[in-house]
Nanobody, 124 residues
Framework: QVQLVESGGGLVHAGGSLRLSCAASARTFSSYAVAWFRQAPGKEREFVAA????????HYTDSVKGRFTISRDNAKNTVYLQMNSLKPEDTAVYYCAAALYYSDYANQRDYDYWGQGTQVTVSS
């Protein structure tokens, strides 16, 4: 079992930055791949970024490449999403998710555990 808690969301102006954190309870957290998804009002939840167990392989949706960076600190059982050059279209609830195994890093159905979400709002 893995319990995930997101934090770090808030209100920022366009061009600003935020760092989201996903803290996990599992002792074996380093064995899990972790991803960030987001959901804006009236829209479906979409993939944002994913990182493997080693932290050496990261994936991003095209709209955030070059602006967002996913990283992890296994010693702290925490995954981060550094978000720079934020745009109003980044406004959403951001969720972290963990999977022991997955076939498609962007498929939310491949993730077994989810956090409660943290709100990110970017004003123009």
């Amino acid at each position: 079992q893995v319990q995930l808690v997101e934090s770090g969301g808030g209100l920022v102006h366009a061009g600003g930055s935020l760092r989201l954190s996903c803290a996990a309870s599992a002792r074996t957290f380093s064995s899990y791949a972790v991803a960030w998804f987001r959901q804006a009002p009236g829209k479906e939840r979409e993939f944002v970024a994913a990182i493997r167990w080693s932290g050496g392989s990261a994936h991003y949706t095209d709209s955030v490449k070059g602006r967002f960076t996913i990283s992890r600190d296994n010693a702290k059982n925490t995954v981060y999403l550094q978000m720079n050059s934020l745009k109003p279209e980044d406004t959403a609830v951001y969720y972290c998710a963990a999977a022991l195994y997955y076939s498609d890093y962007a498929n939310q159905r491949d993730y077994d555990y989810w956090g409660q979400g943290t709100q990110v709002t970017v004003s123009s």
